[in-house]
């Protein structure tokens, strides 16, 4: 069965730091594109980062414990956000940025960020 469990959230102040994990079960990472999108109240969910590319956060992963990290340093309240750790059974990432691309996904881990 396949499970992504988030984790790492938590409240944090403007320049903070979190990093996130997403625990994966019932396939394995190192053959998935993975990703982590965001999504605030009233906006459409981003992705912020994948596999394949990153941006202001860095994604990494652990092929040993079969999880996903996302390190986000020098928070701002605009960061504030459910996170979202999202798989599709692709070897790439390439070209895959909107939720609609991904097939699995977790619960969800909330990031809030004060000034």
């Known amino acids: 069965q396949v499970k992504l469990v988030e984790s790492g959230g938590g409240s944090v102040q403007s320049g903070g730091s979190l990093r996130l994990s997403c625990v994966v079960y019932?396939?394995?990472?190192?053959?998935?594109?993975m990703a982590w999108f965001r999504q605030a109240p009233g906006k459409e969910r981003e992705q912020v980062a994948s596999?394949?590319?990153?941006?202001r956060f860095t994604i990494s992963r652990d092929s040993a414990k079969n999880t996903v990290y996302l390190q986000m340093n020098s928070l701002k309240p605009e960061d504030t956000a459910m996170y979202y750790c999202?798989?599709?059974?692709?070897?790439?990432?390439?070209?895959?940025?909107?939720?609609?691309?991904?097939?699995?996904w977790g619960q969800g881990t909330q990031v809030t960020v004060s000034s």
């Open positions: 019932g396939f394995m990472i190192s053959r998935r594109c």
């Open positions: 999202a798989a599709v059974s692709t070897t790439t990432c390439a070209n895959l940025i909107q939720p609609y691309h991904f097939n699995s």
């Open positions: 596999i394949d590319s990153d941006g």
